[in-house]
C-alpha cells in the first residue's frame, strides 16, 4: 500500500484473515496463524516486509521470560496510545494476570469489536467484552495511521 494508511485499511486488511485457522508462530491468512501471526500478517499487507522476525516461542514464553517481550516489541514498530484513547485499527495487549506479561494480541475493528486468533479457534471478530476491557494492558497505533 502507498501513501499514508487509514484505520478503515487496517480494519478491513485484518478482516481478511477473519477464518484463517489457529496455528502457533504462523502468519500465513487462511493458512494458519497465532495472535502475533495476524498482527505481523497485516503488518505485511499494509506495509511490506516486516521491521523484524521474532524468534521462536512457546506457548508459555511470558510466563517463562516474566518480561513485557510483546509490548517491547510493540514499542519499537507502533506508537504507543494512551489507555482509554484507541481507536478502530490500533493494535491491544492484553495480560491474563495483572502480575505476568502481556502475552496476547488483536486488532480494534470497531469501539465495541476485536479481531483475534486464540488457540482451539480461527480468526474472529468479537465483542471487546468487559473481560476484555479489564485484561487490555497496552495499545498501540500503526505507524503513519491517518485518522
Known sequence: MSGSISRTDIVEAARLWL???YHHQASLRDVGCD??????GVWRDLYGAEPETPPPYSQSWAESLGAETLAAA?????QPVERGTELPGDVLLFRWRPHLPAKHCAILSASDRIIHAHDGA???????S??????L????SFPGVSD
Not at 74 to 78: E, G, I, P, V
Not at 122 to 128: S, T, Y
Not at 137 to 140: D, G, R, V
Open 19 to 21: 477464518g484463517t485457522p
Open 35 to 40: 495472535c502475533l501471526g495476524l498482527v505481523r
Open 74 to 78: 510493540a514499542l519499537r514498530h507502533l
Open 122 to 128: 480461527q480468526v474472529g471478530e468479537v465483542a471487546f
Open 130 to 135: 468487559p473481560w476484555w476491557r479489564r485484561h
Open 137 to 140: 494492558s497496552h495499545a498501540f
